[in-house]
Protein backbone atom coordinates (compact mmCIF):
# COMPACT_ATOMS: atom_id res chain seq x y z
CA UNK A 1 0.00 0.00 0.00
CA UNK A 2 0.92 3.51 -0.23
CA UNK A 3 3.17 4.85 2.40
CA UNK A 4 4.52 8.18 3.32
CA UNK A 5 7.46 8.33 5.42
CA UNK A 6 8.42 11.16 8.02
CA UNK A 7 12.11 11.78 9.22
CA UNK A 8 14.16 14.64 10.45
CA UNK A 9 12.82 15.69 13.16
CA UNK A 10 13.81 16.37 16.76
CA UNK A 11 14.81 18.85 19.87
CA UNK A 12 16.17 22.04 18.58
CA UNK A 13 16.74 25.22 20.40
CA UNK A 14 14.85 28.37 19.37
CA UNK A 15 16.19 30.10 16.40
CA UNK A 16 17.73 27.09 15.10
CA UNK A 17 17.23 24.77 12.12
CA UNK A 18 15.97 21.54 11.13
CA UNK A 19 14.67 19.80 7.79
CA UNK A 20 12.27 17.50 7.48
CA UNK A 21 11.85 14.30 4.99
CA UNK A 22 9.29 12.60 3.67
CA UNK A 23 9.84 9.48 1.47
CA UNK A 24 7.07 8.45 -0.93
CA UNK A 25 6.67 4.74 -2.26
CA UNK A 26 3.85 3.46 -3.91
CA UNK A 27 2.48 6.00 -5.65
CA UNK A 28 3.17 8.30 -8.87
CA UNK A 29 4.65 10.98 -6.71
CA UNK A 30 5.19 13.53 -9.76
CA UNK A 31 1.16 14.01 -10.02
CA UNK A 32 0.76 14.57 -6.16
CA UNK A 33 0.30 17.79 -4.64
CA UNK A 34 2.73 17.25 -1.70
CA UNK A 35 2.19 18.96 1.99
CA UNK A 36 2.79 19.19 5.27
CA UNK A 37 1.02 19.54 7.96
CA UNK A 38 1.39 20.32 11.62
CA UNK A 39 -0.89 19.48 15.03
CA UNK A 40 0.35 21.04 18.08
CA UNK A 41 -1.40 19.70 21.42
CA UNK A 42 -4.71 20.92 21.70
CA UNK A 43 -4.56 22.21 18.30
CA UNK A 44 -6.51 21.78 14.83
CA UNK A 45 -3.83 20.27 12.43
CA UNK A 46 -2.95 22.90 10.07
CA UNK A 47 -1.20 23.42 6.76
CA UNK A 48 2.23 24.68 6.87
CA UNK A 49 3.40 24.35 2.84
CA UNK A 50 2.57 22.54 0.02
CA UNK A 51 4.43 22.63 -3.47
CA UNK A 52 2.19 21.33 -6.44
CA UNK A 53 3.03 19.10 -9.65
CA UNK A 54 4.03 22.12 -11.22
CA UNK A 55 6.32 23.34 -8.00
CA UNK A 56 4.04 26.12 -7.13
CA UNK A 57 4.30 26.27 -3.71
CA UNK A 58 1.85 27.99 -0.22
CA UNK A 59 3.02 28.66 2.98
CA UNK A 60 0.73 29.65 6.28
CA UNK A 61 1.32 33.13 7.28
CA UNK A 62 2.99 32.12 10.31
CA UNK A 63 5.99 30.31 8.45
CA UNK A 64 6.39 32.36 5.44
CA UNK A 65 10.23 33.40 5.01
CA UNK A 66 11.42 30.67 7.23
CA UNK A 67 10.14 27.53 5.86
CA UNK A 68 10.80 26.06 2.61
CA UNK A 69 9.21 23.29 1.28
CA UNK A 70 11.21 20.99 -2.06
CA UNK A 71 10.15 17.83 -3.65
CA UNK A 72 12.77 15.60 -5.70
CA UNK A 73 10.93 13.60 -7.93
CA UNK A 74 13.45 10.92 -8.59
CA UNK A 75 13.46 10.48 -4.94
CA UNK A 76 9.52 10.35 -4.63
CA UNK A 77 10.68 12.89 -1.55
CA UNK A 78 9.53 16.05 -0.32
CA UNK A 79 11.27 18.11 2.24
CA UNK A 80 10.35 21.39 4.18
CA UNK A 81 13.43 23.22 5.64
CA UNK A 82 12.41 24.83 8.36
CA UNK A 83 15.08 27.83 9.80
CA UNK A 84 14.86 30.66 12.57
CA UNK A 85 12.18 28.19 14.57
CA UNK A 86 10.33 29.28 17.44
CA UNK A 87 8.65 27.14 20.17
CA UNK A 88 5.26 28.11 18.64
CA UNK A 89 6.38 25.88 15.53
CA UNK A 90 6.44 22.68 17.90
CA UNK A 91 4.00 20.07 16.73
CA UNK A 92 4.33 17.16 15.06
CA UNK A 93 4.52 17.37 11.14
CA UNK A 94 2.81 15.11 8.78
CA UNK A 95 3.61 14.56 5.03
CA UNK A 96 0.33 14.71 3.03
CA UNK A 97 -0.29 14.10 -0.89
CA UNK A 98 -3.78 14.69 -2.34
CA UNK A 99 -4.83 14.19 -6.37
CA UNK A 100 -8.34 15.29 -7.28
CA UNK A 101 -10.19 12.13 -7.46
CA UNK A 102 -7.83 10.16 -5.63
CA UNK A 103 -7.19 9.25 -1.94
CA UNK A 104 -5.73 11.28 0.05
CA UNK A 105 -1.96 9.90 1.97
CA UNK A 106 -0.74 10.70 5.40
CA UNK A 107 2.16 9.84 7.22
CA UNK A 108 2.54 9.06 10.99
CA UNK A 109 3.99 11.97 11.80
CA UNK A 110 7.34 13.00 13.07
CA UNK A 111 8.04 15.17 15.92
CA UNK A 112 9.27 18.46 16.18
CA UNK A 113 10.22 20.83 19.77
CA UNK A 114 11.15 23.93 20.03
CA UNK A 115 12.86 24.87 23.57
CA UNK A 116 13.04 28.03 24.27
Known amino acids: QVQLVESGGGLVQAGGSLRLSCAAS????????MGWYRQAPGKQRELVAA???????NYADSVKGRFTISRDNAKNTVYLQMNSLKPEDTAVYYC??????????WGRGTQVTVSS
Open 26 to 33: RITFSIYT
Open 96 to 105: NARLNGRPEY
Open 51 to 57: ISSGYST
